[in-house]
């Protein structure tokens, strides 16, 4: 079973619109950590945000926030005033605890395309 | 400049013909991976290091083989390629584990005919 699930493969919008990305995760952890990164055309993986388990609170990072909800096992991201810059893939992953380390799952990825 | 560098960036290569992939950290991380990236798949991890001298498989170790005999390098080898090993290879490093943030290299893609 996958471990996170990003329903969304594609989405295209115009600059300056919203776009939220959505990620669902499935752990029996308590503790866990949950991270996304951005991959740009130009192929490199960039970190975006870690969050533990622990920590509900929403982040805000300039036009980035994030959303974790445990009651529905979510970890969403939007994208506020979209620009054509945005466009790339985003992964959300999960990092859960194992027998000497952490094992971390990756979802599928999201294409985001902002279109001037 | 604190990086993780991978070499080569590109290489086509046949099916048999061993071939190594290397991957250097200069941050003094004790953690380093391999992750292989697929359309529709996301990235899956090959195998793991927690430290020189431990390694660890991933989700998809089959036909990979890894060594840590130094902290700075984690090399991926392929002894036997196959084509169904043509991938985005990424080699990844963190300060301690797969806890915390990830630094990537640049990515390798591999062609195997």
């Known amino acids: 079973a996958q471990k996170v699930t990003q329903a969304q493969t594609e989405i295209s919008v115009v600059e300056k619109e919203d776009v939220t990305l959505d990620c669902v995760y499935e752990?029996?952890?308590?503790?866990?950590?949950l991270f996304w990164y951005k991959q740009p055309p130009s192929g490199e993986l960039v970190f975006l945000i870690r969050r533990n388990s622990f920590d509900e609170q929403n982040e805000i990072s300039g036009r980035y926030s994030w959303n974790f909800q445990k009651s529905t096992s979510s970890f969403n991201f939007t994208i506020t005033a979209s620009q054509v810059v945005d466009s790339a893939v985003y992964f959300c992953a999960l990092s859960e605890v194992r027998s000497n380390d952490y094992k971390l799952s990756f979802g599928a990825g999201t294409t985001v395309t902002v279109r001037a | 400049e604190a990086q993780v560098t991978q070499n080569p960036r590109y290489l086509i290569t046949v099916t048999g013909k061993k071939l190594t992939v290397t991957c250097s950290q200069n941050m003094n991380h004790e953690y380093m991976s391999w992750y292989r990236q697929d359309p529709g798949l996301g990235l899956r991890q090959i195998y793991y290091?927690?430290?020189?001298?431990?390694?660890d498989k991933g989700d998809v170790p089959e036909g990979y083989k890894v060594s840590r005999k130094e902290k700075r390098n984690f090399p991926l080898i392929l002894e036997s390629p196959s084509p169904n090993q043509t991938s985005l290879y990424f080699c990844?490093?963190?300060?301690?584990?797969?806890?915390?943030?990830?630094?990537f290299g640049e990515g390798s893609r591999l062609t195997v005919l």
């Open positions: 990844a490093s963190s300060l301690s584990d797969a806890a915390l943030e990830l630094f």
């Open positions: 752990t029996r952890d308590t503790t866990y950590y």
């Open positions: 290091s927690m430290n020189v001298e431990v390694t």
